[in-house]
């Protein structure tokens, strides 16, 4: 176990989690920037800040609006140890995007 290469963690998630991480890995998580790349029509803002670009780095490391959740989910940077790291810090990492992306649909709905 202890041998194992920081990436290879990935293999004891399920097929589902093992999907977001590896999408969230590329920067091709389904958030406003990447959106954007796809359809121009998408705004390129985080909907929780509203003055960031919403990339997977902000969301992960940067966005003000999920401080806390971040001290409570996930390590320090750099964004290594958020998605190369063991299989339960990858598992806490799956958390807070679902939490974040809860939270951004409520935040959504806040500012209609
Ligand atoms: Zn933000």
Known sequence: MNSL????????L????????SRLRP????LKYHLNRINPQY??????CNDQFETTNHL????PKLDNLRQDLLPPTPITNI??????????TLKFYHMAMGGR???HRLLD
């Not at 290469?5 to 004891?12: A, D, G």
């Not at 920067?27 to 389904?30: G, L, N």
């Not at 998605?83 to 806490?92: E, F, V």
């Open 5 to 12: 290469k920081p990436n290879e963690n990935i293999r004891y």
């Open 14 to 21: 399920s097929r589902k989690e093992k999907a977001t991480i």
């Open 27 to 30: 920067q091709h998580a389904p």
């Open 43 to 48: 705004p390129l803002m985080c909907p929780l």
């Open 60 to 63: 992960l490391l940067h966005c």
């Open 83 to 92: 998605l190369y790291s063991t299989t339960d810090q990858l598992k806490n």
């Open 105 to 107: 649909a409520n935040a």
